[in-house]
């Protein structure tokens, strides 16, 4: 089932965020909360990664690690989240930016960086805009800038913003239904 991870010589680095706000109550945090579980457990060892959750405000689950060290950790502490409060899908998206802006200065280069946003898109309480994410990203053109990927839950509306980020960033939106969740992870596997 890994076999996409093992073909790639390159490693990843990944901030998952997950939306634990109101919206996402009920079905969709199920959803979002197994995928992220599955997308870390499918991630290789090297690996660095960092779960992020935020509803109202933005919380790092941990510090940023080798899926090794940090992996299962990070499954507990995301099989804890429950849904409630606002969404400030902005403030997440750029503070994970800037966080991986600063992994990558301090790697070594070789690697994929990558954000997994798992929301249904709606944000009710960033103190920063849609313009300011879309203003952040790295130019299309960049090959070996952050690539956005989204997986969006809920109706289609909200989900536009999510595809704009993850085109903008060479990456793609996927729809999250649990059904597919499985064909969603190895899709996203692909790209690291």
Not at 104 to 127: C, F, H, M, P, W
Request: a negative charge.
């Amino acid at each position: 089932a890994n076999g996409l991870w093992h073909e790639v010589k390159k490693k990843a680095t990944v901030w998952v965020l997950l939306d634990t706000s109101g919206s996402m109550m009920g079905e969709p945090m199920e959803a979002a909360k197994k995928g992220a579980v599955r997308f870390l457990r499918q991630m290789e060892p090297d690996d660095v990664v960092q779960v992020v959750s935020f509803n109202t405000t933005v919380s790092s689950l941990g510090t940023p690690g080798k899926v090794r060290d940090v992996g299962e950790a990070l499954v507990a502490k995301v099989q804890g989240l429950y849904a409630g409060g606002n969404t400030a899908l902005n403030d997440a998206l750029l503070q994970s930016l800037d966080e991986l802006e600063k992994a990558k200065a301090s790697g070594n280069g070789e690697r994929q960086y990558g954000i997994v946003v798992l929301s249904d898109g709606r944000d009710t309480s960033s103190s920063r805009s849609r313009a300011d994410v879309i203003q952040r990203l790295p130019p299309a053109e960049d090959a070996t800038g952050t690539r956005l990927f989204s997986i969006a839950y809920g109706d289609e509306a909200d989900a536009r913003f999510l595809e704009e980020v993850s085109e903008r960033s060479n990456a793609v939106m996927l729809k999250g239904t649990t059904a597919d969740v499985d064909r969603l992870y190895h899709q996203l596997a692909s790209y690291f």
